[in-house]
């Protein structure tokens, strides 16, 4: 494959320069990280996964008519992308109390919330990505009010999409985290989904067992994490029922 420029590598992507003005080829890679990267690990076929399950959710928003950076995937591990500014905040729904909201608050986890409740993390790896408020947001200038309104309407209607499509498939969405990003069409900036959406920044339990199916399998050793993802995959048909990410035995042909 011919060089290309790096533009940027964060910690489970890289993205460069995409073959025209305006684009990117966001690269999934294996690696799998928490705790604001204190816990680390290469998990094989991970990055493969993410990228058929972003395509997979990408693609269904767009069809409701949400605006998302996806294009279209060029291979196992790399998607076209449209570039954008990316807001620097982690956009955060959550359906049932977990995670860090459990542990802020002394809830147990699975409680369901009276209702969806969105929440804003400023994106900085240093500071361990702290939760802002729409306050600090709009003073700092990260975002306008007129943004706000936008983000979270946008983020309430991936949420109802997501929870429906997994719930089809016997999943619960408890929560997620997405990213929003700015085009400008002409002079006219526009806000679209940026980064991905897939088990590594959802929490998705099967609806009868309450088995976890997300990353949370990795930052608490549940358990084997790709075999996890290979689960949501089957059953969303994201990938063929007798396809796993070990690679096939050879066959014998007489
Ligand atoms: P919590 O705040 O409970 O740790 O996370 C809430 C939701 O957002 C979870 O689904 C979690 O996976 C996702 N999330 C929060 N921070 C990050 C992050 O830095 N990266 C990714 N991929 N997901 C995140």
């Known amino acids: 494959m011919a060089r290309r420029k790096k533009v940027?590598?964060?910690?489970?992507?890289?993205?460069?320069?995409?073959p025209e003005?305006?684009?990117?080829?966001?690269?999934?890679?294996?690696?799998?990280?928490?705790?604001?990267?204190?816990?680390?690990?290469?998990?094989?076929?991970k990055g493969v996964l993410n990228n058929r399950l972003s395509e997979f959710f990408m693609t269904g928003l767009t069809q409701i008519g949400i605006p998302t950076h996806f294009i279209k995937r060029l291979n196992m591990r790399e998607q076209l992308i449209r570039q954008a500014e990316i807001i620097?905040?982690?956009?955060?729904v959550r359906n049932f109390a977990a995670g860090s909201m459990a542990k802020r608050l002394g809830m147990e986890e699975g409680m369901s919330l009276p209702r969806p409740i969105v929440e804003f993390s400023y994106k900085d790896d240093a500071l361990g990505d702290p939760l802002v408020p729409e306050e600090y947001i709009i003073a700092f200038g990260w975002a306008t009010q007129q943004d706000m309104d936008d983000i979270v309407s946008l983020a309430l209607r991936v949420n109802d999409w997501m929870s429906g499509v997994m719930y089809g498939v016997g999943i619960k969405l408890v929560d997620f985290k997405i990213e929003v990003g700015r085009v400008w069409d002409n002079e006219f900036p526009r806000l679209i989904l940026?980064?991905?959406?897939?088990?590594?920044?959802?929490?998705?339990?099967?609806?009868?067992?309450?088995?976890?199916?997300?990353?949370?399998?990795?930052?608490?050793?549940l358990g084997n994490l790709t075999d996890a993802y290979t689960e949501v995959a089957k059953r969303l048909g994201v990938m063929p029922s007798n396809v796993t990410h070990r690679p096939?035995?050879?066959t014998l042909i007489n």
Request: charge should be negative; hydrophobic fraction near 35%.
């Open 8 to 18: 940027y590598e964060g910690k489970a992507k890289i993205l460069y320069e995409g």
């Open 21 to 45: 003005p305006g684009t990117l080829v966001q690269y999934f890679k294996d690696d799998a990280t928490a705790f604001n990267a204190e816990k680390k690990a290469v998990i094989e076929g």
């Open 88 to 92: 620097p905040l982690e956009v955060i």
């Open 194 to 221: 940026a980064d991905e959406i897939s088990p590594d920044s959802c929490r998705l339990w099967d609806i009868e067992t309450g088995q976890k199916l997300d990353k949370d399998v990795f930052r608490r050793d």
């Open 248 to 250: 096939a035995k050879p």
